[in-house]
């Protein structure tokens, strides 16, 4: 339990200190949700929060879990890289049966 606690609170704090450079990364490299006919929003709109909550989860992981569970969460992140990658619109090629699996858990 109280490494569950801590995790959450480092994931946290991480995601908000991270939200706002990612934001502005995003805004530089042009990765944002452009308004048109059928969008709601008036302006650009960020399209990489995922990734400042992704990298705050793993920094929360590194700093409160030790040993095994360090391991298996570990695992579990390093798994879910291709698919936050596909969801940041970095292409993914040559997965077969898995490319409109991945083409479709996109944003």
């Excluded at 939200?19 to 944002?32: D, E, F, I």
């Excluded at 989860?57 to 879910?80: E, Y």
């Amino acid at each position: 339990m109280g490494a569950g606690l801590l995790a959450f609170f480092i994931a946290l704090f991480a995601s908000v200190m991270l939200v706002v450079p990612v934001r502005a990364l995003a805004l530089r490299v042009g990765m944002v949700d452009l308004p048109g006919p059928r969008k709601v929003h008036l302006k650009p709109i960020p399209l990489l929060g995922g990734l400042a909550m992704y990298a705050a989860v793993v920094i929360a992981v590194l700093f409160a879990f030790q040993g095994p569970a360090r391991a298996q969460v570990g695992g579990i992140l390093i798994g879910s890289v291709p698919w936050d990658k596909s969801s940041v619109g970095l292409p993914v090629k040559d997965l077969g049966a898995w490319s409109a699996y991945v083409s479709c858990s996109g944003p």
